[in-house]
């Protein structure tokens, strides 16, 4: 396609219309995508992937994962320490209270299911140094105790595609879903881009699984530099965006977060100690003083002769934890800077850590970079922690509303992984099991009905025009100009101390944005940054609504606060906002905790 000149109408351009007929869709080929399709695919179905970007890299762990926690039959059982204890520990240490206790049940109970089958995908969980029972490497993460897997992750999304395609499932990758179809309170398929060619995808579906991911560039990187965020690039709220506008309803968008802490200049997966850095990493201050002590392998030997008691574990457990908003408190109090420390290391521990780090996302390039670039070596060096981008990411459980079979409440639409709200820090784990549950309940659902309902032509015509606007506005706004202007109303209005009048007057201000708002696009890869950008602004503006109806500061495990309202109100607020939207309409209502 040639360049637009800019200030001079061009002609409008031919978009071509691709049909496809499928019984299940799922949007989103990540984690929680892969999984889907592979278990619907065991329901005689047609299973059809629609990535934006390439399954065998797409996602939050399309570089690599190391980790995922959940239920270890085998090791629990023995300590004493039930699937209700793992319960407790996530709800009070992450959670903070706020969590759906049925679906946390689902990723709990069911994970180590999940291992196994990622094990028949050619996933090695097992080694042979270990002392672990069924020979599993596991280390204490987000609970209490040990609870979490590590494992060979970095080519994880390599192994999960081959397994999709041996089964039939159809991949359609570069293609930007972005509208759902929906008639008659049913689900009737989806619209998408092609950001290649520019063609649009008009399929038709029974049930669809959305599992797009996080929402991503909703605030300016800290270097500056242009998609150096933790959170992929192209997780930008699609999901969330497209569900609105069909009329589902999207919970905990309100938990947009203060920065958190991590790696200087790298956003990266590795996390503070307790995750990808452990077992000897610590962070500490500029006296070399730990501020987060550091941890050790947990010995299976003595645990196995120990009967945990849950309440005391937990309290132990509670006491070396640092959230992010107290890591921004210390800097203001002139306290910092701060390091991560492995030289306290072993050197079994150091080789353990660098194994982690290179299965994790991002960091076997990294690792390259720290070695071969700045001679770094861990056994001497430390790293300077530093803050992060804000996120709509892990901590906030934003996403669908959905019931104990991951359904919306619009008939035959799912969701599984990130798009699912209500489980603080799922993770790797969520997507797995929530991906492998909507998928089989979305099969189900589609081989009761005995045709796709159509439904899409006005919303086709309607995507039609907008891409041709776009490739024809010489003289309109690039993605990154409005991507840009979001972000500024974003900080501005709804920084980490949000207020009702400036909430107020920040909606007024993306209000704006959206009506005077005209995309230019020279080509379809920029077309589809446009259509990213759609979708951050209509998160930005969900961001902004919830945050004006919670009334109160929810700062433990969420950095929410009010300065209107600044203190805690459970008796009104330990609950989700549901947020829906009719037309412009925007209404909410109060989801109680389980």
């Known amino acids: 396609m040639k360049k637009s000149v800019i200030g001079k109408k061009q002609p409008s351009p031919r978009i071509e219309v691709i049909p496809i007929e499928t019984d299940v869709l799922v949007v989103g080929g990540g984690l929680a995508g892969c999984m889907a399709a592979i278990k619907a695919s065991e329901y005689d179905t047609r299973v059809t992937i629609a990535e934006k970007a390439n399954t065998v890299s797409s996602g939050c762990a399309g570089t690599g994962i190391d980790h995922m926690w959940g239920y270890h039959p085998s090791v629990h059982e023995a300590i004493g320490w039930s699937i209700e204890d793992l319960m407790e520990d996530h709800t009070r240490i992450i959670a903070r209270g706020l969590v759906n206790k049925e679906l946390l049940y689902l990723v709990a109970s069911e994970a180590y299911e999940r291992v196994l089958d990622l094990e028949k995908f050619g996933v090695n969980f097992r080694y042979e140094d270990s002392k672990w029972p069924g020979k599993f490497r596991i280390v204490t993460q987000f609970h209490s105790v ?84 933790r959170v ?38 590795l996390g503070s100690p307790r995750n990808t850095v452990q077992p000897a990493g610590s962070v500490v201050g500029p006296k070399g003083e730990a501020i987060i002590p550091r941890t050790h392998f947990s010995e299976w030997e003595k645990m196995a002769r120990t009967r945990v008691n849950p309440s005391e574990t937990r309290a132990a457990f509670e006491k070396t934890r ?47 970079y720290l070695k071969k670039q700045e001679g770094f070596d861990f056994r001497r060096d430390k790293l300077e922690w530093l803050p992060n981008s804000r996120e709509l990411a892990g901590t906030a459980a934003s996403g669908l509303l959905v019931n104990k079979n991951l359904e919306t409440r619009i008939k035959g639409l799912f969701g599984a992984g990130d798009d699912v709200g209500g489980v603080p820090w799922m993770c790797s784990p969520g997507a797995f099991t929530m991906g492998w549950r909507a998928g089989e309940m979305a099969a189900k659902a589609a081989r009761k009905q005995k045709s796709a309902i159509p439904a899409g032509r006005e919303q086709v015509r309607s995507l039609s025009d907008f891409c041709a606007r776009a490739y024809q506005n010489g003289d309109g706004v690039s993605w990154q100009e409005a991507e840009l202007a979001l972000q500024n109303i974003l900080a501005y209005y709804a920084g980490n101390v949000r207020s009702e009048l400036m909430l107020k007057r920040g909606i007024e201000r993306l209000q704006e944005l959206k009506e005077r708002l005209s995309f230019r696009a020279e080509n379809p890869h920029e077309l589809g940054r446009c259509l990213e950008v759609r979708s951050i602004i209509e998160n930005g503006e969900m961001i902004m609504r919830a945050s004006l109806e919670r009334r109160e500061s929810r700062l433990a495990g969420y950095g929410f606060f009010r300065a209107d309202c600044p203190e805690k109100n459970d008796a009104e607020f330990l609950a989700f906002l549901a947020l829906k939207r009719d037309g412009q309409k925007y209404t909410f209502s109060r989801v109680p905790v389980k």
């Open 232 to 269: 992929p690039v192209n997780e930008t709220g699609d999901g969330r965006a497209m569900a609105l506008r069909a009329g589902a309803q999207i919970i905990n968008m309100e938990f947009f977060t203060p920065p958190g802490y991590s790696i200087g200049n790298f956003e990266l997966n």
């Open 322 to 368: 640092v959230s992010p908003l107290m890591w921004s408190q210390l800097h203001d109090k002139g306290e910092g800077p701060f390091y991560l420390d492995l030289t306290g290391g072993t050197e079994k521990e150091i080789r353990y850590i660098e194994w982690s780090i290179s299965n994790e996302g991002k960091g076997s390039y990294f690792l390259d």
């Open 146 to 229: 040990p609870t979490t897997w590590n494992f060979d992750g970095v080519d994880l999304k390599v192994k999960l595609t081959r397994e999709a395609k041996k089964r039939g499932v159809t991949i359609i990758n570069r293609v930007t879903v972005v509208d759902l179809l929906v008639s008659q309170g049913r689900i009737a398929g989806a619209i998408g881009v092609d950001t290649r060619t520019g063609k649009i995808y008009w399929f038709r579906a029974k049930s669809v699984v959305v599992s797009t991911g996080r929402v991503n560039r909703l605030s300016r990187t800290v270097t500056g530099v242009w998609g150096n965020h």
